[in-house]
């Protein structure tokens, strides 16, 4: 299974430092800058774990049935 928190504090922090590069070298000042950066960090937080427990959610239940279908296969063959 995929680390939900670690991946998303990651992803969170990757954005807040471009959003915050990106506003600085496009003249925005410094308070717009760090509300943006904080704003981006928190969006990218809830976009990437959402995203990271769907996929935890998609393989959780392929692992399921997968298990089931192998249990159904070797009931068949007696």
């Given amino acids: 299974m995929l680390h939900v928190r670690s991946m998303a ?10 959003v915050g590069i990106v506003g600085s070298l496009c ?30 959610a998609i393989l959780t239940q392929a692992m399921i049935e997968s298990q089931i279908n192998k249990g159904n296969a070797g009931d068949n063959k007696g």
């Fill in 9 to 18: 504090v990651s992803a969170a922090v990757l954005c807040f430092f471009v």
């Fill in 27 to 56: 003249g925005l000042s410094p308070s717009t800058c760090c509300k943006r950066a904080v704003l981006g960090a928190v969006v990218a937080y809830i976009l990437v774990g959402a995203g990271v427990r769907a996929i935890n």
